[in-house]
């Protein structure tokens, strides 16, 4: 029987887990935290939610008729993946609190080895880490001499009092926008550090009735009707847009952006939120409350720059000091990490370190050459935005079970992406992102060091359809 080791438990290791097993394929999985969950598990933040429409965000074999509203809750989501993990039996395969360390192909076999000195040897290994999941901590003149208390968004110290609190979030992003939400009502002052402004797109939160959620108990049909339609509203919409600034879809994702800003009372305001850049140049931050609870008088917006922080507070470039409590880094994550810091050493000592030396590539996100065996999933140039990654990874197992099966038929051993493939993919996915709205004028992590957006460049239909059957040619098998 062939072995694999899956490395993460979150959404896409659950995933791999499961797939694998009904495949006939046994697997180990390797979490360094303690639960499941990954993103969802990491970030518990006040007000924390998935900005993608809740029932889509699940696997096609584990809907879930009960959630509450179009949007969900992360506790809500974590709470899902942890019954789906238990109800398919994904947790007596996870090894917690151990990270991996190394990789090494030796003799046909992935060989891994993990913090506490565990070593195993694996016949697949697929790495399902995650993208947002190293936080981008900038180094803040002074930050060790604040008096408060400060953390991530991502390390939330649930121990530090909020109510009546002087609290200041550095960043305005998706976290941000949803954490002034929860926390202005509160906060005895709520300070907004924004260094660039970021267009907001509303989206009601409607709740599903007792009725609904009976329907869809009932008749999964009406639920698959529903997702698809949630599914066809996101792609035609907001994916159409992105990769095409001269499409009708993104004239109409402008005028919806800009005709919410345009209900910020306070011109002097709504002067200091408007973006100098095109609408989701950066990635959209979703929301129905973020404008409204800036404009609550218990909020701040702050956009001189941060020039140090103090054991008081934060210092501003125009000389002020705003004295806080508690500060909180809502300043995103490095996103070019993937499975690093593992090392990872293909046949012949090759490192993934120095193949990604200049940024990570796969091909078709899922295969490294030279890589044999080693998968991944949501890997480096995999569709991100507004949709759900739930859906990307699934089509991305099925892909990898299918070069996998030529392995556990006999029909090769060994399976990786041709370097030609990789090549020819990556200049395909470059001229592409030439349209896309991401290269229109902004800073933002679907960037990478040279510019060039680091996600998928094509439309979803072609994720889709190259995912659906692997074209054999553009693999080396021995
Ligand atoms: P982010 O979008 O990367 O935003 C980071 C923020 O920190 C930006 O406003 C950035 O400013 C600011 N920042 C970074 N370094 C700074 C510095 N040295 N000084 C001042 N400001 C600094 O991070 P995020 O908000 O955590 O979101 C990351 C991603 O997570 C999102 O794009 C989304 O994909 C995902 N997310 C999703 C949801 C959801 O509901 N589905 C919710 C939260 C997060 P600049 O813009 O000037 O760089």
Redesign the pocket.
Known sequence: MLTAAVIGAGMAGILAAIRLDQSGIACDVYEKGDSVGGTWRE?TYPG?????AAHWYTYNFARNPEWDSL?AKGEDIRAYFEHVASDFGVLEKIRFNDEVVLLRYDAGRWHLETASGHRADYDIVIAATGV?HHP?I?D?AGIDTFRGAVFH??RWDHGVPLDGKNIGI?????????LVSALVEGAKRLDL????A?WVMPRDNIPYSEEEKALFRKDPAALEALIRELRSKTLNGYAAAVIDVSSPEYRALEQVAQDNLATVKDAALRERLTPDYKVAC??LV?SSTFYDAIQHPNARLVTS??ERIEPEGVRTADGNLHELDVLVL????QVDRFIRPTRVIGPGGLDLDDVWAEGPLAYLSMSVAGFPNFFLLNGPNSP???FSLVEVAQHQIEYILQLVDGIRTGHYREIAATPEAMRRFEEERCEAAKKTVWVTGC???YLDKKGVPASWTFSYDRFVQEAAHPRMQDYETR
Do not use: E, H
């Open positions: 970030n924390i939610a998935c900005d993608v949007m947002l981008n900038p803040f968004s991502a550095i960043g305005n992003g998706s976290t941000a926008a949803q550090y924004q260094r660039t970021q950066k990635r979703i720059p941060i809502a300043t995103g994550f991100v935005g507004n800073d933002s992590w």
